[in-house]
């Protein structure tokens, strides 16, 4: 099984371009691989890529602020979980807090502070559209966070003060490969290992779990993963982590999630 970030992994950290990532998707469902999205991205942001894709699995959003379950997805329940919804066709389980929390909280340190920054929610979606190249309606998906903010644009010198003020809150400062997200309770980590635990529960121990990322950002899903692995960031390198086996793949972004994919159909093969 397959568990992946999204940006810089996926697709190119700054066009979003997807290389011949759709083309590999569709090869590992082929092969009955499942792809679980586990990404900073929104809900309707993966809704959208997963239905681009044919992808019928659960996913992660917003670092771990939900996970997103399509119904009779697993034979096991997931209700026993807290803070457990329905949601059209989905069952989510919520760990993040909502978005108005995470903004009220950080309102307070910009103003206490006098800290300038850019949130998702200062702009319109026509100037959000202008600031990061998206379409109009890829905007709206972006800016339709449920469990945290997307800080666009900051001083580096303001940048350590709120993360510092945001900690004293309770608050996480997460710095993507773009931006920098804010959220209160969320964790990639926890989601993550709640779906490992789901998926043993269907399948039993038999299972290998494959994690690709980019960042530092991707350091607490790959520490489930029993092959975790990094692609190349733009500069060529990868983020020094600390996880026992770390897989250091070449290329950048699509490219080394290609090369993942293969060291994945090699080892499908061999079974």
């Given at each position: 099984?397959l568990?992946?970030?999204?940006?810089?992994?996926?697709?190119?950290?700054?066009?979003?371009?997807?290389?011949?990532?759709?083309?590999l998707?569709?090869k590992?469902k082929?092969?009955?691989?499942?792809?679980?999205?586990?990404?900073?991205?929104?809900?309707?942001?993966?809704?959208?890529?997963?239905?681009?894709?044919?992808?019928?699995?659960?996913?992660?959003?917003?670092?771990?602020?939900?996970?997103?379950?399509?119904?009779?997805?697993?034979?096991?329940?997931s209700m026993?979980?807290?803070?457990?919804?329905?949601?059209?066709?989905?069952i989510?389980?919520?760990?993040?807090?909502?978005?108005?929390?995470?903004?009220?909280?950080?309102?307070?340190?910009?103003?206490?502070?006098?800290?300038?920054?850019?949130?998702?929610?200062?702009?319109?979606?026509?100037?959000?559209?202008?600031?990061?190249g998206?379409?109009?309606?890829?905007?709206?998906?972006?800016?339709?966070?449920?469990?945290?903010?997307?800080?666009?644009s900051?001083?580096?010198?303001?940048?350590?003060?709120l993360?510092?003020?945001?900690?004293?809150?309770?608050?996480?400062?997460?710095?993507?490969?773009?931006?920098?997200?804010?959220?209160?309770?969320?964790?990639k980590?926890?989601?993550?290992?709640?779906?490992?635990?789901?998926?043993?529960?269907?399948?039993?121990?038999?299972?290998i779990?494959?994690?690709?990322?980019?960042?530092?950002?991707?350091?607490?899903?790959?520490?489930?993963m029993?092959?975790p692995?990094?692609?190349?960031?733009?500069?060529?390198?990868?983020p020094?982590?600390?996880?026992?086996?770390?897989?250091?793949?070449?290329?950048?972004?699509?490219?080394?999630w290609?090369?993942?994919?293969?060291?994945?159909?090699?080892?499908?093969?061999?079974?």
């Amino acid at each position: 099984m397959l568990f992946t970030d999204i940006d810089g992994t996926m697709t190119d950290i700054m066009t979003g371009k997807y290389g011949t990532t759709k083309a590999l998707v569709r090869k590992l469902k082929a092969k009955n691989v499942p792809v679980v999205l586990c990404s900073a991205k929104t809900r309707a942001e993966q809704v959208e890529i997963r239905r681009q894709m044919s992808v019928r699995d659960p996913f992660v959003v917003e670092n771990g602020g939900a996970i997103i379950i399509p119904k009779n997805y697993f034979r096991s329940s997931s209700m026993a979980y807290k803070n457990t919804a329905n949601f059209k066709n989905y069952i989510l389980i919520e760990l993040g807090k909502p978005a108005p929390l995470v903004r009220s909280k950080l309102n307070k340190i910009r103003k206490k502070f006098k800290i300038e920054f850019t949130g998702v929610a200062d702009v319109s979606i026509k100037q959000l559209s202008y600031l990061t190249g998206l379409t109009a309606k890829s905007a709206g998906r972006m800016a339709n966070r449920e469990y945290g903010e997307t800080i666009l644009s900051i001083e580096h010198k303001d940048a350590a003060t709120l993360s510092r003020m945001a900690r004293g809150t309770g608050l996480k400062v997460i710095h993507g490969g773009r931006y920098m997200d804010v959220t209160l309770g969320n964790d990639k980590g926890k989601a993550v290992d709640i779906l490992l635990s789901l998926f043993r529960r269907e399948y039993g121990n038999n299972v290998i779990f494959f994690g690709i990322g980019d960042s530092l950002n991707d350091v607490p899903m790959l520490r489930h993963m029993d092959v975790p692995m990094l692609v190349q960031r733009p500069d060529g390198s990868w983020p020094a982590v600390k996880i026992k086996n770390i897989c250091n793949l070449e290329g950048i972004g699509p490219n080394g999630w290609q090369n993942a994919v293969n060291k994945i159909m090699d080892t499908k093969s061999k079974e």
